[in-house]
């Protein structure tokens, strides 16, 4: 759309600082392409400093991204179906749940907790 406005050959140019700043948004950053997976991607959580993302797939994979170039960072494969990721609010955790739970840290990857998510609801219980 914005290409339709740009001066031919000898044309005067109208164009003002306003159409510069729509063509930069507009073309934006060009995407980032994450492969390594092998099945479809479930879940996606972005870090809290928005650097890196974790995602999730259908044969259990978690997988930690470096946002800017799609490197992967870490890869594990969880015991049972995971069904979402995420971050701590300061970054410095990565769990993943579904039938169970595991949490990692986010700088060495060592794995800290792990727990079956039916006997952490029941010692709720009162």
């Known amino acids: 759309m914005l290409q339709q406005h740009v001066p031919r050959a000898g044309e005067p140019d109208f164009r003002g600082w306003e159409w510069?700043?729509?063509?930069k948004r507009a073309k934006g950053d060009r995407p980032t392409i994450l492969e390594g997976h092998s099945?479809?991607?479930?879940k996606v959580a972005f870090s809290p400093d928005g650097?890196?993302?974790a995602t999730v797939n259908d044969d259990s994979t978690v997988?930690?991204?470096?946002?800017?170039?799609?490197r992967e960072l870490a890869s594990f494969d969880l015991p049972f179906y995971?069904?979402?990721?995420?971050?701590?609010?300061d970054g410095r955790f990565l769990v993943a749940w579904g039938l169970r739970v595991i949490i990692w840290r986010a700088l060495s990857w060592e794995e800290i907790a792990a727990a079956e998510a039916r006997e952490q609801a029941e010692a709720k219980r009162p």
């Open 51 to 53: 650097r890196t993302l």
């Open 39 to 42: 099945q479809t991607v479930n």
């Open 20 to 23: 510069r700043h729509f063509r």
């Open 82 to 89: 995971g069904l979402q990721t995420g971050f701590s609010p």
């Open 63 to 70: 997988k930690h991204w470096h946002v800017e170039t799609g």
